[in-house]
């Protein structure tokens, strides 16, 4: 008999894991009344955040100073992403993704439509930055992934409208892999496509059926060989992306709460994998505002540090780039977090690996030429 509480999962603390730790060094409100942050990405010359007003803001990411404001979106942001240091996109609800050029003024520089107007609910470019891929919620019993040519908008290369019977939370291109994609749903389904031939029947590799509503997924390990998986239901596990195994189940991870350690946890935001130390790191929070950031064992987690006084509310977001000691979050308190590690100089940018370093950028030349706790979706 367990009483119906969850399995009690082994945690320890190990506050060495994070050196120096992190603190509190601004914060911003978003803005006021009852507006709330969906997203936060960032780049070396943009803080960028998404909010429930379907306003996308830039801010100066050292100093959170408010440098621009994008509109064009008519509902939901669900997803925001920076391309290189010139570029954003977005998706929302409204049916469409844009790609913004932050070095003009006004409309986006692109926009790609779902058909009918479907609401988007996630989108990733690949590697060679060729496709475009788009999630769809469940409209009239379908949810879709529609891919289109990244260099012609108008261009729907294909849609796969068998593989997921629920919506479509997440879409994420491998890192290394132009041609692998794999999917998240609420359907519980983990879905990964080999896309040489753009056929869903063909295409489809391996399925994992998590048995949960999927919130977020995504690839970690040396050679993106594994895969994290956080639920709707707060639960966490571990998966072989090649043969969709299980590795690990930790079940609902609101069980590792301990008042001894300053932990309370009461809900998952994300997981990174960091490829310095080869350690994949859970981040979640509390419904006061703490956030949590735990190192992820085999069958263990490990508490490295938990940060407090710069939320009063649920956070949606953060953004951590841990090699160079700062993260940031944002909330339903409409508030943005700055939080360095204690040695970081004021005077030193944010770096952040961008496509564009790696080769050319199709979708930036294009731009070029142009100019001289409810779920959020």
Same mark, same amino acid.
């Given at each position: 008999? #367990?009483?119906? %509480? ?17 603190? @509190?060094? $601004? ?15 960032? *780049?070396?010359?943009?803080? =960028? ?10 801010? #100066? ?17 669900? $997803?925001?992403?920076? !391309? ?47 496709? @475009? ?11 879709? =992934? ?17 593989? !997921?019977?629920?919506? =479509?939370? #997440?879409?994420?291109? !491998? ?33 994992? #059926?998590?048995?949960? /509503? ?9 050679? &993106? ?5 956080? /639920? !709707? ?50 981040? &979640?929070? &509390?419904?006061?505002?703490?956030? *949590? ?9 490990? %508490?490295? $540090? ?18 160079? +000691? ?33 080769? +050319? ?17």
């Amino acid at each position: 008999m #367990n009483d119906g %509480l969850p399995p009690q999962i082994p945690i320890t603390y190990e506050p060495a894991l994070i050196q120096p730790p992190l603190a @509190l060094r $601004q914060s911003s409100a978003f803005s006021h009344g009852d507006i709330y942050i969906f997203d936060i990405a960032a *780049n070396s010359n943009n803080l =960028i955040v998404s909010a429930s007003n379907h306003q996308i803001k830039l801010y #100066n990411p050292q100093t959170l100073a408010i440098k621009n404001v994008l509109q064009f979106h008519t509902d939901t942001i669900s $997803q925001i992403k920076p !391309h290189g240091e010139h570029l954003v996109m977005s998706s929302s609800k409204d049916g469409r993704v844009a790609v913004w050029d932050l070095r003009t003024e006004g409309a986006p520089v692109q926009v790609f439509t779902a058909p009918n107007n479907n609401p988007l609910l996630s989108f990733d470019l690949n590697l060679s930055e060729s496709i @475009l891929a788009a999630g769809t919620e469940l409209v009239e019993y379908d949810a879709s =992934i529609h891919f289109w040519d990244a260099r012609n908008p108008t261009k729907l290369m294909s849609t796969y409208a068998e593989s !997921h019977s629920d919506d =479509i939370t #997440n879409v994420k291109f !491998h890192p290394t892999n132009a041609s692998r994609l794999m999917t998240g749903s609420v359907d519980g389904l983990i879905c990964q496509f080999d896309l040489t031939d753009m056929d869903e029947d063909e295409g489809i590799m391996v399925v994992s #059926n998590t048995g949960s /509503s999927i919130n977020k997924i995504g690839y970690f390990g040396p050679q &993106s060989e594994y895969i994290y998986c956080l /639920s !709707h239901m707060e639960t966490l596990s571990l998966w072989n992306a090649e043969d969709a195994d299980a590795i690990h189940h930790f079940g609902d991870i609101r069980g590792v709460s301990q008042s001894a350690l300053g932990l309370t946890l009461d809900y998952g935001i994300d997981c990174q994998y960091e490829t310095e130390s080869g350690r994949l790191f859970l981040l &979640s929070g &509390s419904n006061e505002g703490n956030i *949590n950031i735990l190192h992820v064992n085999a069958t263990s987690l490990q %508490l490295c $540090q938990v940060l407090s006084g710069g939320h009063s509310e649920i956070v949606r977001s953060t953004c951590w780039d841990s090699r160079r +000691g700062i993260l940031y979050s944002g909330g339903e308190d409409a508030k943005l977090g700055l939080w360095t590690a204690n040695a970081l100089q004021e005077t030193i940018p944010l770096q952040v690996a961008s496509a564009s370093s790696r080769h +050319g950028s199709p979708l930036q030349a294009r731009s070029e030429g142009k100019s001289a706790r409810s779920t959020p979706y």
